[in-house]
């Protein structure tokens, strides 16, 4: 399943990348930039979380060690399920897994047009980064990309039907750990 996910997954960037670059001039993402990853509650599907330890088993015992540490802290810290956290696999301002990196995680800065109608704008809007020179009060002024970008869209996706993913269930990924 998981060569399946990388074929998957090769596409889909591909994809990602192409809207990158046509929403660029309102993007604010760069080297060293980590605030999508330091708040959330990041959903990682049962599939996306096999490959991202795939990638967390390559790292140096030293890296593993950090990342454990971050994730018993957060566990020990964490009083609700509701409360957004900072990724454990973020060290240094930088994703130490990003080639295993989730699929949410991809799409990090794009605002997009939901099924329902409604446009989802980053979070990072807020820090006056992404679109927050083309929005206000939550209205966008030019156009997203015009595809629902969120999770339970793209693993009932076209693409993962094409490739004959089981993505399984979703949770936090916080949750994922014991
Ligand atoms: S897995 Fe990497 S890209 Fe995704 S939230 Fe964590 S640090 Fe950020
Ligand atoms: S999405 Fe926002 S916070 Fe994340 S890297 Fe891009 S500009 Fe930075």
Known sequence: MLKKYEKFLKDFDKKIDKYFKEQSE??????????????GDYPFTQLEMMYLMQGFRGLPPLVQEQVRNNLLTIKNNRVSTHLFYKCPFL?????????YRGITCRTFGLA??????????????????????????????????????????????KLAKKYKLEFGPSRSLIDWFP
């Open 91 to 99: 060290l240094n301002n930088r994703c130490c897994v990003y080639s």
């Open 26 to 39: 309102h993007l604010c993402c760069r080297e060293g930039c980590s605030g999508c990853c330091e708040v």
């Open 112 to 157: 997009y047009l939901m099924r329902n109608g409604v446009v989802k704008l980053p979070e990072c809007v807020n820090e006056g980064l992404c679109y927050s020179k083309v929005s206000k009060d939550g209205i966008l002024t030019v156009e997203p990309v015009k595809e629902d970008l969120d999770l339970p869209e793209i693993t009932n996706g």
